[in-house]
Structure formats: structure tokens, C-alpha cells
């Protein structure tokens, strides 16, 4: 075999000596010399670290020490028992004349240890104090965190969002406290829920802010959400959500749905498009109403099976569906409905009448076996005028606290007095955040 093949860096020997000579010390003195002066005096050796699939094996707590590449050209035949290839200095010449049978024994070189990886830190993977070593961050993950690193952005109310327009964005202040809140409160809103959801809007006595706050909730999660929300009249007679939110082509209420149900029980064949037939579009508002029966010749009214039905057919086409109920807790469509929930909204004016009237509601609902009461429900006190009783309110607001997981004051609005379709690009500012704020405590709720 020629030196050819054991020279490093694919680098040929001097000479293409190819004989079966046993080499001398001085030879293979000057070959670790020679050596040395290609790699710069450096170690060149290598430490390789393998690794598997970097998603699903574990991080190795250190490195395996590679094996030391050879320091010295193996000998063409095979070597004699006794012979050692040095490191050191080059020895003395050896003296004129045929060499020895077996060129004299000289100590064997220090091998250094090979170099090691550093030590990887010790981490506790996500499952706890477990002691398994971390995994490798996955397309999921990346995405995961890059999400969460997003802030507010920049600010648009106020002197911040003056001074940021008026530099040209060269200025950029962080975003103000209630800008913020804001914030928080659409992105709660706009939350991703695992099915439907359901809100019914509760108080037995009439005059209690319920269809205004069913049309309210119903603008704000259509226009925060961008649809796929339904306001249901569940009167079990007649009631008023038909009249109050905006005109639709057609007269088509629960009544009618309920006898032409057939059409939708292919779940294959029947579409969302179909319901236009019976549902009133709000526009701009991006919900739809459901009215209660309108016409003065028919007699009897919603049964149990009737809102299981309806319910249900709303479930395959909206994702959240606000139930405007009547005043007759003992009504069958009121107990289904109450029981189908998964969030009971309290409705109420900051009067004595009306709010002893949703306390006692909460006491029967108690009282019948409904459990978790308060950490399913919250509560909307609503001015009924500009100048209410304050000690009134403190006092409703306190009671309804500790009945319920939260309250939420709403402003008296003048564009509300008139009964009238409600204008929603009429309501103040103020009306809009705080059903806003509302709202967002009902989607925190769900």
C-alpha cells in the first residue's frame, strides 16, 4: 500500500516510495513534522456529534468524545510486536549501516483527550418537574410565539395618536390605558369558542332592558365578530324584537320556520341560505333576527319541543345565538330556554321594581335546582334616565355582585327613548364601549 492513502487532507507524500522498508525514526520525525506545519500546530482532530430526527429526540445532556484520528502513517507491511511511533523531537542519527531487524523502542506519545461538547443546560420540559430534556422548537411553536410577541401597535386616540400622525409615525408613543382596555375587550370578543354558544336574556318583568339589550349585544358581537350571530324573539306569544330591529322583506317569524322545519332536517341539503326566508337581516349591524310570531289570528303558543327544534337548526348555522325571552317563567319555551344556556344575562333598569323582580327570578331559578347560578350569569343595569338615584344603583350593583360573576353598567341613550328600530349608528360612544365592555365579559364567560 502506498502513503499515498494515509496522507491527511488528500495531500500527497514527498516521494511515491511504495517498497516494504520498516521507516526509522528520523522519517517519522520529519512525517509529524511535516504534518504539524499543514495544520498550523493545531490539533486536527475532529469531534463529530450525530444526531436524529431534531422534532422528536430529545437533546443529548453532553456529546460523545469522537475517536482520535491517527497522529502517525501506518507502516506499509505489517508492523513488528515491538515498534512505537514517536512524537517527541527528532533522536539522534542513527549510525551507518544496515539497519537493525526492529528500529529501537521509544515511549509511546501522550495522547491528549479528545475535546468534548460543552454540557447542555438542564431544562424542565412543559409537562413539569419531570427531568426530561427539552425538545426542539416546532413550526407550531414558532408561529406560537411569534403570535404572542405581538403588541397593540401604534396608538390612534388621543395626544398619542395626534403626535404619531403629526411626526409622520418618527414619533410613536405606546399606546394609551384605555386604548388598551379596548383592545382587550375585541379580542375577547373575537375569541374562537368550540361550538356554539347560547345567551339568554332573563327577567320576568317587562320593561327590563331585555330586547334593547338582546339588539345591543347582537350589534356589538355582529360587528366585533364579523357575523355568525342570531337575536331570537323566544316570547311564547308575541313579542317585540321583530318591530324593534330593522324591516325585512318579508313577515316570516318563528311560526313560520316551526311549519316548514322539514326542509332543513337534511343536514346534507338544507343552507344557511335558506333560512333568509325566515330571518331578518340587521346589515351593517352583521347579525340576524328571528321575530316571534306577528300575526293577531293565531292562537297557542311555543312549546318545549318547539325551541329544541329551532334551537337546534340554529346551532348548525350560527355560533352564537341571543334568546330574548318573555315574561312568564312557568312557560315551557322559558324553562327550555333557561336550560339550554350556557350564559344567563341578567337584564335590568337601575329601578327598585325591576331589580328586586331579577333577585327573586334568581332565588326561584335557585330554588328549582340550577346550579352554578352565579358563575353562570352576569349582569346589565341600564339608566332609564339621565339623573338615576346613585345610592339605588350602588346598592343594585352591590346585591347583583355577589349574586352573579359580574355587572355592567350601561348609560341612558336618548337614541333609544323613541322604542322605535333601534338606530345603531345613532348610539353614543359611551353606549357602545361599555356594551362593549359587556360583551366582553359574556365571551370571557363562555
Not at 388621543?158 to 405606546?174: A, D, E, M, S, V
Not at 333568509?276 to 289570528?297: K, Y
Not at 319541543?305 to 312568564?328: A, Q, V
Request: hydrophobic content about 35%; overall charge negative.
Amino acid at each position: 500500500m502506498s502513503q499515498e492513502a494515509w496522507s491527511s487532507g488528500g495531500s500527497r507524500h514527498d516521494t511515491d516510495d511504495t517498497s516494504d522498508r520498516l521507516y526509522t525514526p528520523e522519517d517519522l520525525a520529519a512525517y509529524a513534522a511535516r504534518r504539524e506545519a499543514r495544520s498550523g500546530g493545531g490539533d486536527t482532530r475532529e469531534t463529530r456529534l450525530t444526531y436524529g430526527d431534531p422534532l422528536s429526540d430529545p437533546l443529548p445532556a453532553a456529546s460523545t468524545p469522537a475517536a482520535p484520528m491517527p497522529t502517525s502513517p501506518p507502516p506499509a507491511g505489517p508492523p513488528p510486536t515491538a515498534y512505537a511511533p514517536p512524537t517527541a523531537a527528532p533522536a539522534t542519527p542513527a549510525p551507518a549501516g544496515p539497519p537493525p531487524a526492529a528500529p529501537p523502542v521509544a515511549a509511546p506519545a501522550a495522547v491528549e483527550p479528545a475535546p468534548t461538547a460543552p454540557e447542555a443546560p438542564a431544562e424542565v420540559s412543559a409537562e413539569g418537574e419531570s427531568g426530561e430534556p427539552r425538545r426542539f422548537m416546532s413550526a407550531t411553536d414558532f408561529l406560537d410565539r411569534r403570535d404572542a410577541d405581538q403588541g397593540y401597535g401604534p396608538p390612534t386616540w388621543g395626544w398619542r395618536g395626534n403626535l404619531r400622525k403629526w411626526t409622520g409615525g418618527l414619533i410613536t408613543p405606546k399606546m394609551g390605558p384605555a386604548e388598551m382596555s379596548y383592545e382587550d375587550d375585541r379580542r375577547a370578543i373575537q375569541r374562537d369558542f368550540d361550538g356554539p354558544r347560547t345567551i339568554a336574556f332573563i327577567n320576568p318583568k317587562g320593561g327590563a332592558a331585555k330586547t334593547t339589550g338582546v339588539l345591543a349585544a347582537g350589534y356589538t358581537f355582529g360587528t366585533v365578530r364579523g357575523g355568525g350571530v342570531v337575536a331570537w324573539d323566544n316570547n311564547e306569544t308575541r313579542g317585540t324584537l321583530g318591530i324593534r330591529g330593522t324591516r325585512s322583506s318579508h313577515r316570516n317569524t318563528t311560526r313560520e320556520l316551526l311549519e316548514e322545519l322539514d326542509r332543513f332536517t337534511d343536514v346534507y341539503q338544507s343552507r344557511i341560505g335558506d333560512l333568509g326566508a325566515f330571518v331578518r337581516s340587521q346589515g351593517d349591524a352583521h347579525f340576524d333576527v328571528l321575530a316571534s310570531d306577528e300575526r293577531p289570528d293565531v292562537t297557542g303558543t311555543i312549546r318545549a319541543s318547539d325551541f329544541d327544534s329551532i334551537h337546534k337548526l340554529m346551532e348548525r348555522f350560527y355560533r352564537i345565538i341571543l334568546i330574548d325571552t318573555g315574561n312568564n317563567m312557568r312557560a315551557e319555551n322559558w324553562l327550555a330556554a333557561a336550560g339550554a344556556a350556557d350564559l344567563l344575562v341578567v337584564t335590568s333598569t337601575v329601578r327598585e321594581d325591576t331589580g328586586y323582580s331579577g333577585l327573586w327570578m334568581l332565588d326561584a331559578l335557585q330554588d328549582a335546582g340550577y346550579q352554578n347560578l352565579k358563575y353562570k350569569t352576569v349582569t346589565v343595569l341600564s339608566d332609564p334616565s339621565a339623573n338615576v338615584d346613585s345610592k339605588l344603583a350602588a346598592d343594585l350593583v352591590d346585591v347583583y355582585q355577589q349574586r352573579t360573576r359580574g355587572v355592567y353598567r350601561v348609560p341612558y341613550d336618548p337614541a333609544l327613548v323613541a322604542g322605535s328600530a333601534m338606530p345603531y349608528n345613532q348610539l353614543s360612544p359611551n353606549t357602545r364601549m361599555q356594551w362593549l365592555k359587556a360583551c366582553a365579559g359574556m365571551a370571557a364567560a363562555l
